[in-house]
């Protein structure tokens, strides 16, 4: 049975830095694109940011958000600097069964996510 797990979220203070953490089990993802996503109140779930040959990230997080992977653990991380009020949301890390980033209505697995909340 394949888990991704979340953790690392928690409250903060704008500015502050967090890293997220997303172990997976049942089976290895080192092929595959990881990534995480978000979902604030009232608001459809978006992009965040994917790895696989290549990482990528939304333009709302580029230069403060960076996404790795460490294929020994099976688990993928996203460290945040420089939090802002808006970042606030639940962090949900997903895969594809594939290598290639495909959209987030196609990943495969999902988290049950980790919230994430900064206030101003």
């Known amino acids: 049975q394949v888990q991704l797990v979340e953790s690392g979220g928690g409250l903060v203070q704008a500015g502050d830095s967090l890293r997220l953490s997303c172990a997976a089990s049942g089976r290895s993802f080192s092929s595959s694109a990881m990534g995480w996503f978000r979902q604030a109140p009232g608001k459809e779930r978006e992009f965040v940011a994917v790895?696989?040959?290549?990482?990528d990230y939304a333009d709302s997080v580029k230069g403060r958000f960076t996404i790795s992977r460490d294929n020994a653990k099976n688990t993928v991380y996203l460290q945040m600097n420089s939090l802002k009020p808006e970042d606030t949301a639940v962090y949900y890390c997903?895969?594809?069964?594939?290598?290639?980033?495909?959209?987030?209505?196609?990943?495969?697995?999902w988290g049950k996510g980790t919230l994430v909340t900064v206030s101003s």
């Open positions: 997903a895969a594809d069964s594939g290598g290639s980033y495909r959209g987030i209505t196609d990943m495969d697995y």
């Open positions: 790895i696989n040959r290549r990482t």
